[in-house]
Nanobody, 124 residues
Framework: QVQLVESGGGLVQAGDSLRLSCAAS????????MGWFRQAPGKEREFVAA????????AYPDFAKGRFTISRENAKKTVYLQMNSLKPEDTALYYC?????????????????WGQGTQVTVSS
């Protein structure tokens, strides 16, 4: 089992950058694929990024490609989401997720463990 705690959210202006962090506790962090999802008010939770166990593979939806970067430091049991050129439509509660799947997943139902989320608000 793994516990996840997100941090790094905040209020920024359009065009700014933010780096979210997700710290994991428990054993064998490198046995989990990791993902970021987000949920805006009145909308469904959507996939933002995912990374493989060793960190060599990543996946993004179209809106995140070129702006967002997921990375991980297994020795620190931490996964990051670097977000650049933020837009007001990026405003959402951002969640970190983990699962023992062998391969990257982009669907929330494929992730077993979730953090509480960190709020990102982008003003225009």
């Amino acid at each position: 089992q793994v516990q996840l705690v997100e941090s790094g959210g905040g209020l920024v202006q359009a065009g700014d950058s933010l780096r979210l962090s997700c710290a994991a506790s428990g054993r064998a962090f490198d046995s989990y694929i990791m993902g970021w999802f987000r949920q805006a008010p009145g909308k469904e939770r959507e996939f933002v990024a995912a990374i493989s166990r060793p960190g060599s593979g990543t996946a993004y939806p179209d809106f995140a490609k070129g702006r967002f970067t997921i990375s991980r430091e297994n020795a620190k049991k931490t996964v990051y989401l670097q977000m650049n050129s933020l837009k007001p439509e990026d405003t959402a509660l951002y969640y970190c997720a983990a699962d023992e799947n062998s391969f990257i997943r982009d669907t929330q139902n494929d992730y077993k463990y979730w953090g509480q989320g960190t709020q990102v608000t982008v003003s225009s």
